[in-house]
């Protein structure tokens, strides 16, 4: 380390030398006993004399990096605020990168000729550009008031360089550290692209673009006003005492709040909050989307003013950024937010709530893989914290752990006000087809519940977790159908007539329907099976006058829509709203008293472990959408498998009866929560390459466990259903045992002992949600 230079905090943003450019990084370990081995280079520079991050956020990305067996510097940018970008307008336009030289460090550290000493605006400029290891815009320099000239004068001293490029959209993190700032930047749009799972599962909190707050909080809370003053049911006083119990220990706890839909979960989170507030700790509260962010949000401002804040990746970068300074200078309270939240630079946290637990959103399909829930729980660990998980359809991790003691169990078994949970009717869609034809979507009693709504003037939803209009094409004459020329599934057709295009929903490829087979020129192209947009055509044509819309990821690719969506739904200008399971997730709409499930079997027919569990949770939480108000709700459930026990146990709401069932068909395929899983997928140019890679991985596996005894057990390789994605083969393995290091260490040891580029095609999920 230079003279003078001290020693830095942890936390602390400093200046480093990474190959023959300089970087901006955060201390993570104030000392590293085997540097002189490794030949690590001396700081150039410390940008903060306390901690930027503080240290414990520090601790818990290390320690997310290496649960989920990431690198060190994937987890970092968790950590850190977007820079803003200054005027967004510049987009795509060719303007200036400054970036510092080695001269300019120098400078900076007060090696610069006597008769030409920095200004206080140049020494300004270079403690910026210090600070950012890509450079930055000019525009940005000069929004932050370093005029034209005093750049050039810079540039002519050698301090800085700069260059012409292009500007791309995704913002670019001022602190992005390590050594691939632009992988591990925030930017929305690359984060989708990256995600292999994005294009299935449906949760996409990076797919809406970034929303303004204006925009956000023109959607209207959940409550009255006179929430804040009303009376708790017993029960919700009940629980409360208990949670305000357990906080006020001021030690380490979990509780599984587990309480029916409407049963008023969030009216206690609040109070418990302000319990904590008022002993002097501060509230991390976790939502599963950004779509319910806002009307928590507005809750939590109606208890606790302004001393609230916001953070998910929907936001603006300069939004974010704000937001997280707010944070981090302690003028907060409570941070309402996502997944990403759970590292929000929050001090003296004494309370994480976790709503809607067992929500899949809580997992980053993406380095590092992260559950969120669970980093959340060793959050409240170190900090000696409480933390509650609420949901109607917990986990079975979660519930397991609170029925072996581990967590304490709290329950809300009733509805406010007593209302009743809405009334579940199936259909069993066999007889249906048999009387009506196999093209059947609506079946008569959903509708006839359809009509009875609109004559009253109520609200309807309609699920099916299915985009697109159809979900496949074949031919006729060869019954070839129409594949993804790059993944291993069948193009999806979206949109009618002239405007049809047949999409990849991996890897958004889309090509014009073509009117002939490509495999046999055949003239006959049929459609077959249907999405949200055939439900949505198909009720517009029944109810003509009705008021339809969609809403599943297709529907609100635009900026801003799904709030309006959501405002204009609770306003009453929409009568039926037709949707994927984000129609499903804790949103209270009072004036909805029918829920129609066209297809409950569409995640039966998935080949994953937890399909049962999340048709179960998909079928409880859209019921429990029903009946919130003060009309009493109803639900009609469409199935080709009435007797599945999802299904069934889901229309009787009977949660206990259904964890029971599903505990014993993990016991008997030793899956979680049983075992840990830990998934790996190695991919590749050709197939036999992956299989032969992920082979050897399996067999130096089995040598290692057979060596330590240990209890690693490993499936595989196998092609995945998924068995070729965005060109490249893909082959998995499975590896089940009881303890999760020993699992993670074996893995890691099979992959480092292959060749060096193995490293980088094999993709290691901890705790995987979809091993697709
Ligand atoms: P959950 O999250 O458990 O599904 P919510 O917290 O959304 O349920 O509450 C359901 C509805 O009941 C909301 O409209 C909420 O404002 C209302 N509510 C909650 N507690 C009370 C109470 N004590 N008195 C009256 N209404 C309540
Ligand atoms: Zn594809």
Request: glycine letters at 10%.
């Amino acid at each position: 380390m230079p003279d003078g230079v001290p020693t830095p905090a942890i936390g602390a943003r400093v200046v480093v030398p990474l190959g023959s450019r300089l970087v901006t990084g955060i201390v993570v370990e104030a000392e590293c006993p085997s540097a002189s081995r490794v030949g690590l280079r001396p700081i150039r520079r410390v940008l903060d004399d306390r901690s930027f991050v503080p240290p414990e956020v520090v601790a818990l990305a290390r320690w997310t990096a290496e649960y989920y067996a990431a690198g060190v510097g994937d987890a970092i940018p968790l950590l850190l605020p977007p820079m803003a970008r200054g005027d967004r307008a510049d987009a795509h336009k060719t303007t200036r990168v400054a970036s510092i030289t080695a001269a300019g460090v120098s400078a900076l550290e007060g090696s610069v000729p006597a008769s030409r000493p920095l200004t206080p605006k140049q020494r300004e400029a270079l403690e910026l550009l210090a600070a950012a290891p890509t450079g930055i815009v000019t525009p940005d320099l000069a929004a932050r008031g370093i005029a034209a000239d005093a750049i050039s004068r810079l540039d002519r001293h050698g301090y800085i360089s700069l260059r012409h490029a292009r500007v791309e959209r995704d913002p670019w993190s001022m602190f992005g550290a390590g050594s691939e700032p632009v992988r591990n930047s925030f930017g929305a749009r690359s984060e989708l692209v990256r995600n292999p799972f994005g294009a299935r599962s449906e949760h996409a909190p990076n797919a809406f673009g970034a929303r303004s707050e204006r925009v956000q909080s023109g959607v209207r809370a959940g409550s009255d006003p006179e929430a804040a003053g009303r009376q708790l049911t017993g029960e919700q006083e009940t629980a409360l005492g208990r949670l305000r119990r357990l906080a006020g220990s001021g030690g380490f706890r979990v509780a599984l709040l587990h309480g029916v839909t409407g049963s008023g979960k969030t009216e206690v989170y609040i109070r418990l909050s302000a319990a904590v507030r008022d002993a002097g700790r501060r509230v991390l509260m976790l939502v599963p989307e950004i779509a319910l962010t806002p009307a928590t949000a507005t809750l939590f401002r109606a208890a606790f003013g302004e001393r609230v804040a916001i953070q998910h990746s929907g936001l603006g970068d300069g939004e974010r950024h704000d937001q997280w300074q707010r944070i981090r200078s302690g003028d907060i309270d409570v941070v309402v937010g996502t997944r990403s939240a759970v590292f929000a630079p929050l001090e003296q946290v004494g309370l994480i709530v976790v709503d809607e637990e067992h929500d899949t959103s809580y997992k980053q399909e993406e380095i590092p893989r992260y559950n969120a829930r669970d980093v959340a729980i060793v959050r409240g660990q170190r900090a000696g914290a409480l933390v509650v998980l609420g949901s109607a359809t917990p986990s079975m991790e979660s519930y397991s752990n609170a029925a072996a003691g581990k967590y304490d169990r709290v329950v809300l078994e009733r509805r406010v006000f007593d209302r009743p949970l809405a009334a579940v009717t199936v259909v069993d869609m066999r007889e249906e087809y048999a009387a009506q034809g196999p093209d059947v979507i609506l079946s008569g009693p959903l509708r006839a519940a359809i009509d009875d709504r609109l004559a009253r003037g109520e609200q309807a939803l309609v699920l099916l977790n299915r985009r697109g209009f159809a979900t496949s094409i074949f031919c006729r004459q060869c019954a070839g159908t129409i594949d993804c020329p790059n993944c291993s599934v069948s193009l999806v057709v979206h949109g009618e007539g002239n405007s049809r295009r047949a999409r990849c929903h991996y890897c958004d490829y889309t090509q014009r329907v073509a009117p002939a087979c490509p495999h046999c020129g055949g003239e006959y192209l049929e459609q077959a099976g249907f999405g949200t947009e055939r439900v949505e055509a198909d009720v517009r044509a029944a109810w003509p006058h009705a008021r339809v819309a969609r809403l599943d990821r297709d529907a609100i690719r635009r900026r801003g829509a799904l709030p309006a969506l959501l405002a204009r739904f609770r306003d009453g200008e929409i009568d039926v709203l037709v949707g994927t399971q984000m129609i499903a997730k804790g949103h209270d709409f009072p004036r909805v008293t029918l829920v129609g499930v066209v297809s409950a079997d569409v995640g039966l027919g998935i080949a994953d472990f937890r399909a049962a569990e999340r048709t179960f949770q998909l079928l409880t939480q859209v019921a429990g959408r029903a009946g919130r108000g003060d009309q009493p709700g109803e639900a009609i459930v469409q199935t080709i498998h009435p007797h599945h026990y999802s299904v069934e146990l889901a229309c009787r709401q009977d949660y206990a009866a259904f964890f029971e069932r599903e505990l014993r068909f993990r016991r008997a395929m030793r899956y979680p929560p049983v075992v840990s899983l830990v998934n790996a997928v190695v991919h590749a140019r050709t197939f036999a390459a992956a299989m032969n890679d992920a082979a050897a991985i399996v067999q130096r596996v089995r040598d290692g466990a057979q060596a330590a005894r240990g209890d690693v057990h490993v499936l595989g390789p196998a092609p995945p259903p998924l068995g070729r994605l965005r060109g490249e083969y893909r082959a998995q393995l499975l590896i089940k045992g009881t303890s999760r290091r020993r699992i993670r260490e074996a893995l890691q040891a099979a992959i480092a002992a292959g060749r060096a580029d193995l490293q980088r095609r094999v993709v290691v999920d901890v705790d995987p949600l979809n091993v697709l």
